[in-house]
């Protein structure tokens, strides 16, 4: 077979390039948006999470999944937000060699006052002239390729598609 043969066509290369252009872009974007809240778009989703689980609170290796983190960085971000106030960082009871991370009062105001911000910066920047079926579509397209990005289901965002009977997945919001 000849590089010719095996070289992306022009779409697909022009769909990777915007893909990547889009990866690039948004998280910066989004963090711009977020700037007067004092939090990243990342530090956002990690107090979502939290705000999400049972009891406030989540093992810092699940909060590395729902979040699409690697643990080093998970680490560096908890202690940053430690020191804001806004997350502890406890043993874990059940494991004593893991850590949990919880949601605090003062990190449950700070989710809460930067939702709004975050929802409208979301939607100005993704959802706005999208159609409902284009979002879905978006939701499906994405979720396909990270189920090829993270074939062994590390992340919660495609667990769910260890058991495909099942159409709901535990990273999707509640309705």
Known sequence: MTSTETALRQPERVAVAR????LE?????LDKQLAGESLTA?????LEALWEADGRRLRLSALASRTNATLPRLSRVVTGLERKGLVERTACPEDGRAFNATLTDAGMEAFLATRPVHADAV???????LTDEEIDSLAALTLKILARLDPDRRLTITACLADPVDA???ADPAP
């Open 42 to 46: 990342f530090e956002f989703t990690l």
């Open 19 to 22: 893909l990547h252009a889009m």
């Open 123 to 129: 939607r100005a920047m993704i959802l706005d002239g």
């Open 25 to 29: 872009l948004l998280p910066t974007a």
């Open 168 to 170: 709901s997945c535990p």
